[in-house]
C-alpha cells in the first residue's frame, strides 16, 4: 500500500504507537497518557477553567471532566472558585501533582527522542510545522478555537521558561 495515499492512517498509527510508548513508560506513575497531557498542560496554565483546558488539550470535555476527577482523587489537581465567575472552576496542580511532574517531562523527552530517532533537526522543524498546519486545518472544521489546539502542541514542543529553568539547574 502506498503511504501517501494514506497519511491519515499514518497519522493516526503513529499517535497510537507514540501513546503505547509513552504509557508503557508512565505505568510506574501511574498516570495513563491522557491524564499526563491534561496534567503537564495544566501545569503550564494553572488557573484556567476546565473549558479552556479542554480547548487547550483537545481532550473533549466530557473526557476531561473524568480525567480531572481521577486526577483530583490522586490529589494532583484541585477545583478552585474562580474569581471572576462564580459558575467556574479554576484548576490548580498540587504540590504532590509538582514532584510528579518532572518525571512526565523526562517521559515525554525519551518517548519523543525514540520516536524521532534518525531525523534531523531540520526535518524536525518541518514535521512539527506540518502536524501544526494538518491539526489547524482539522480544528478550524471542527470547533471556532481552532489556533488553541496548534498552541498547546506547538508549547508541548517548545520548552517554557519554566522548564529551561529546570533543564538548566539538572532536574
Known amino acids: 500500500m502506498d503511504q501517501l495515499l494514506f497519511p491519515g492512517f499514518s497519522l493516526s498509527e503513529a499517535g497510537r504507537l507514540y501513546a503505547r510508548r509513552f504509557e508503557e513508560r508512565s ?7 491522557g491524564q499526563s497531557r ?7 496554565n494553572e488557573g484556567v477553567t476546565q473549558q479552556r483546558l479542554s480547548e487547550l488539550t483537545a481532550i473533549a470535555s466530557s473526557w476531561l471532566v473524568r480525567t480531572l476527577d481521577r486526577l483530583e482523587v490522586m490529589g494532583l489537581t484541585e477545583r478552585r472558585p474562580h474569581l471572576a465567575d462564580r459558575r467556574a472552576r479554576s484548576l ?5 501533582a509538582r514532584q510528579v511532574l518532572p518525571l512526565l517531562w523526562n517521559i515525554v523527552g525519551e518517548t519523543l527522542r525514540e520516536a524521532l530517532t534518525g531525523l534531523s533537526t531540520k526535518e524536525i522543524a518541518i514535521l512539527a510545522k506540518a502536524l501544526n498546519r494538518v491539526i489547524a ?3 478550524a472544521l471542527d470547533r471556532p478555537t481552532a489556533t488553541d489546539s496548534v498552541k498547546a502542541h506547538a508549547s508541548m514542543a517548545t520548552p517554557t521558561k519554566s522548564q529551561k529553568m529546570r533543564k538548566s539547574v539538572g532536574h
Open 27 to 33: 505505568r510506574n506513575v501511574g498516570l495513563d497518557f
Open 38 to 44: 491534561a496534567l503537564i498542560v495544566l501545569a503550564e
Open 92 to 96: 490548580a496542580v498540587t504540590e504532590d
Open 137 to 139: 486545518n482539522l480544528s
